[in-house]
């Protein structure tokens, strides 16, 4: 099984900070990755898919991008809907998700 | 736009059977991948397992002697059947479409259905 390792688990960021979370795979998934939010009570939102490609709809402040089989999600000018749960999800074998990383307001 | 609904039982005994079924408005079902997903109340995201509309199966390992998923075409509907269950497979069930066969992400999501096991 491919295991994916994410970090940090909580991050506390103030509105217009630059923030980055990291995803760490156990072995190459040839950028078969993507990342999603999640607000409470709601289901997780697409954001990247294939490590860097940006979701229809979705802000360019995200982006994403992927050094061997680490993969890092930045979020650019931190607005106030961004603060959720983030998760990374590998799809090169049976998809999984990352444990997420909750952002918090500083 | 493409929607999913997921309907069936809130709560469930223990050894009995989860049934669930996601209803998919706005599309046909005959042209994507579908999963289930759920996660537990606190934690994290875990993909129960997909079917593609000619009713070919692929189940998480750990869940795959418990679990069958179906797909009714002339309904654009898909189903889950998690037999046995325990505790542990409280969660918040979701169905979602995954997004191609080249990228099994999923980009659209039903609002969840929450599931309790309990006596």
């Known amino acids: 099984d491919i295991q994916m390792t994410q970090s940090p688990s909580t991050l506390s960021a103030s509105v217009g900070d630059r923030v980055t979370i990291t995803c760490r795979a156990s072995?190459?998934?040839?950028?078969?990755l993507a990342w999603f939010q999640q607000k409470p009570g709601k289901a997780p939102k697409l954001l990247l898919y294939e490590a860097s490609s940006l979701e229809i709809g979705v802000p360019s402040r995200f982006s994403g991008s992927e050094s061997g089989t680490e993969f890092t999600l930045t979020i650019n000018s931190l607005q106030p809907e961004d603060f959720a749960v983030y998760y990374c999800q590998q799809y090169d074998s049976y998809p999984a998700f990352g444990q997420g990383t909750k952002v918090e307001i500083k | 736009q493409v929607e999913l609904q997921e309907s069936g039982p809130r709560l469930v005994k223990p050894s009995e059977t989860l049934s669930l079924t996601c209803s998919v408005s706005g599309d046909s079902i005959s042209r994507y991948y579908w999963s289930w997903i759920r996660q537990p109340p606190g934690r994290g995201l875990e993909c129960i397992g997909y079917i593609y509309y000619n009713g070919s199966t692929t189940y998480s390992p750990s869940l795959k002697s418990r679990l069958t998923i179906s797909v009714d075409t002339s309904r654009n509907q898909f189903s889950l059947k998690l037999r046995s269950v325990t505790a542990a497979d409280t969660a918040m069930y979701y169905c979602a479409r995954i997004y191609s066969s080249r990228h099994k992400t999923f980009d659209v999501w039903g609002q969840g259905t929450m599931v309790s096991v309990s006596s």
């Open positions: 072995q190459s998934i040839s950028g078969r």
